[in-house]
């Protein structure tokens, strides 16, 4: 986080006042509190550069952060000076006897902090910047904010084209506002290359290389674009520029790990692969790769994509420990471990020709029961798997009473009392098939 914010701060100079507070909280929780107080002042020498008409009403955030970090080191009576400050301002900025202030400035700022923070916050931040519009329809910054919130959102969802407008409306609105963030037409490539528009997205593409062809963010972007194309090359390209300028990050890394792994896929269809070519798009995957891993271990995808250039190279131990690797970790979002389970059980049933640990590890994925894409494979794939194995006459009580948890999950309930009966017939004495069965019946 701290080498994405000063990567930020170096290419981004209007972001620089919230940037320099996130980075005072980073500091904070390295036990660098005058570092974080350095910070905090580059934030209010930023304010008094950008807005120096209305330096208190910017720097209320500032000095809270500043109180904050003050009360943390126990100099209590300057911490009391800076709420002091707060208080005052306030007061003065407020229409209330109370002096509580909802400007639409703090929203923003919180917006932005939580789009910093993964996409646990997204929906968060999202809401911030609808506050911040409500009072300031047409400000540049809040619908950039509101835009950029929509299209993460979007993407970690599955939607019709239909559900998909809103996000596109407001990112038109943002590059209306917004002429020279490049960010901003890079995402609405993005978005209309998703709902098959790619000749119009593209066109946002060029015009962003032509404005800002050293902006690292906006190269990250038009990579994944030209990717997602089938352009490998040219996506290679780009990062490749993208990481002279920033040698850190995790995700130019990842996306090159992908562009190298997407060549050897492309080789391996060929009729005699060139083997050393393969071996050397293996060799430079792998690295960055292990990379991400190293840099940021709470990459959880990544871990998923080495164990597959891993397999892909039938180096099977190194897959196997990668994924056993991941596996030990705690605390990993739902959505994640849908994404492990799914992979790892992709990698039994493929390079394995484990069937019964494939299906084993995608109902893990499908038990998991928040909705995502990865689930829908997860549930598409056992569901493959186990129609195979019982019309080749080998199901057994456990493959039925699976098939049918699969057809309850999909609503089908007629298929799935078949599949239980079928279960409880073989294992008669067992109170799940017996019980989910019942249930069943019951509700039609």
Avoid at 131 to 147: Q, R, V
Avoid at 377 to 395: D, M, P, S, Y
Wanted: proline content about 3%; hydrophobic content about 35%; aromatic content about 12%.
């Amino acid at each position: 986080l701290e080498e994405t914010i000063l990567d930020h701060i170096k290419f981004v100079e209007e972001c620089n006042i919230t940037d320099y507070n996130i980075l005072s909280y980073v500091c904070h929780l390295k036990n660098s509190n005058e570092e974080a107080l350095r910070n905090l002042q580059k934030a209010e020498e930023a304010i008094q550069k950008h807005h120096p008409g209305e330096i208190a009403r910017r720097s209320l955030v500032t000095w809270g952060n500043y109180a904050w970090i003050y009360y943390h080191m126990q100099r209590y009576k300057e911490a009391q000076t800076y709420v002091s400050k707060v208080e005052n301002s306030c007061k003065k900025l407020s229409s209330t006897a109370h002096g509580k202030i909802q400007l639409p400035e703090i929203y923003a700022e919180k917006g932005w902090a939580l789009l910093r923070f993964g996409k646990k916050y997204f929906e968060s931040a999202k809401n911030c910047f609808e506050k911040a519009l409500k009072s300031e329809p047409n400000n540049p910054d809040f619908t950039a904010g509101y835009a950029i919130a929509m299209f993460r959102l979007v993407s970690f969802s599955e939607m019709s084209d239909e559900e998909m407008r809103p996000c596109l409306e407001a990112l038109k609105q943002a590059v209306e506002l917004n002429p020279n963030n490049t960010t901003l037409l890079a995402l609405l490539a993005l978005k209309l290359q998703q709902l098959k528009q790619d000749n119009e997205g593209e066109r946002y593409i060029e015009e962003g290389l032509q404005k800002t062809p050293d902006f690292p963010l906006f190269l990250r972007y038009a990579a994944s674009f030209y990717r997602k194309k089938g352009e490998i090359g040219k996506a290679v390209n780009i990062l490749k520029r993208a990481l002279a300028l920033t040698p850190n990050s995790v995700t130019v890394h990842h996306q090159l790990g992908l562009c190298y792994k997407f060549k050897i896929l492309q080789l391996k269809k060929e009729r005699y692969p060139p083997q050393e070519e393969v071996d050397n798009l293996m060799q430079l995957a792998i690295f960055h790769l292990k990379t991400v891993i190293d840099k940021k271990p709470v990459f959880f995808t990544a871990y998923c994509d080495l164990g597959n250039i891993y397999a892909l190279g039938e180096r099977y131990e190194e897959a196997e420990e990668i994924f056993q690797k991941v596996f030990q970790i705690n605390d990993i979002p739902c959505e994640d471990k849908q994404e492990i389970y799914f992979n790892y059980g992709n990698f039994q049933h493929f390079h394995m020709k484990s069937e019964s640990k494939a299906i084993e590890y995608y109902i893990e994925g499908l038990k998991i029961e928040k909705y995502s894409y990865r689930r829908k494979q997860c549930i598409e794939a056992v569901e493959k798997l186990l129609k195979q194995k019982i019309k080749r006459g080998l199901g057994h009580a456990t493959d039925f009473g699976r098939l049918g948890f699969v057809h309850k999950l999909n609503g089908r309930k007629q298929e799935a009392i078949e599949c239980y009966e079928k279960a409880t017939a073989l294992d008669p004495n067992n109170e799940e098939y017996v019980n989910a069965l019942a249930e069943l019946q019951l509700s039609i």
